[in-house]
């Protein structure tokens, strides 16, 4: 199950249509190694980190076809994997860039930036350098509307890494017990995933206890107590296509307090996930959280939380976690074939805090959801006896 080369070219060719609709002479688009999901999404080709440096760099210069900077050790495979045919080391940018962009190297340019909030100052130097009359825009936007939409290939793929994150929870939830740490933990989730042909897409979170009053937490040798909080956070990926779904575990001996704090947590992605419908506000995930939170006093651990960058959910695709954002702020309108993660998040309880979050697909009439244990399973199935 793999995303074709022919709707690989078509993303192109869309990029390439709105690159002209915008009077732009070329786009640059550069995605690093720990976010790659903009230059990903075009070649298909996600790199190996932690070895060596190696973001993704693309070009498309007028009608001229696409040529791609990477890694010297990614690009080995690269040029196997990807379907462009013109793949190049990036660290011979100096030399390859004012050969790639000569055709509009003596002109007044209008170049488009994609993914300029990560572009290194040093390699815009060296594009600048290559087009001294060019003028630059940030127009990473156009390549964020292509993204947000799914196709039925990304659908099919990333429905499968929710099943497959399902399938890890419930083993966590079957094996994890008191004594245990936190890597321990992480262990058990990624063991079962790689069992299932699953890559890892990003660090797996544990937080057990107080830790879990963190937004993010790396797993440490910090071991399970009874009645402790354990938050699960796990993201695996399928032919580059991710999930972000995720719950919080509470271990036996919890207070009464906790059980109905999570339960809460659980029924409200129940009720208000249904109630999701396209061509509305986003604001009105957040909207119905608080409305369903309030009564029961906890609208002081959900609100500063809720705030911002992806409160209560954000977009999910070949990046765990892409655009739009979920949250109080949020104000645009939620589109079929967007795939979100609907986040709710409790934090600064006597206990620490906790998580839960499900991927679903906007469709024409509703939603569809992606992760299906939560949404399918009694409202204490992560209170553990």
Known sequence: MTISRAEFEQRTNRLRSKMKEKGLDALVVFADEYRPGHATYLTGYRPINLIEESPQLVFLVGDEAPVVLIGR??????????????????????????????????????VGLIGDNLLPVSRFNTIKKALPKAT?????????????????????????????????????????????????????????????????????????????????WWPSERKIERGDYVMLDFNPGCSNYTNDGGTTILMPG???????????????????????KPHTSARTVHDMMLERLEPHG??????????????????????????????????????????????FDLHGLPQGGLRAEVVILITE??????????????EDMAILA
């Open 254 to 276: 919890a207070a009464k307090e906790q059980k109905d704090a999570l339960r809460l947590g659980h029924r409200i992605l129940k009720e208000i996930i249904p109630q999701i």
């Open 365 to 378: 009439t509703g939603i569809r959801p992606l992760n299906k244990l939560i949404l399918d399973t009694p």
């Open 73 to 110: 050790l990614n690009s080995y495979a690269a040029k196997d994997i990807i379907w462009m045919d013109d793949v190049r080391p990036i660290h011979l940018d100096g030399e390859y860039i004012p050969q790639i962009v000569r055709s509009i190297a003596d002109k007044p340019a209008r």
């Open 136 to 216: 630059f825009e940030s127009v990473t936007q156009l390549l964020i509307d292509l993204r947000q939409i799914k196709t039925p290939a990304e659908v099919a793929l990333m429905e499968r890494a929710a099943d497959i994150n399902d399938v890890v929870l419930k083993a966590v939830l079957d094996k994890i017990r008191v004594g245990m740490t936190e890597i321990q933990v992480a262990g058990i989730a990624e063991t079962v995933a790689r069992d299932m042909n699953a890559h890892l897409a990003s660090a797996t979170l544990v937080l057990s206890g107080m830790n879990t009053n963190y937004p993010a």
């Open 298 to 343: 906890f609208a002081p651990n959900f609100t500063p939380y809720a705030k911002g960058l992806r409160g209560v959910g954000h977009g999910v695709g070949v990046d765990v976690v892409e655009p739009p954002n979920l949250s109080s702020d949020s104000d645009f309108m939620l589109q079929p074939g967007m795939t979100l993660a609907i986040k």
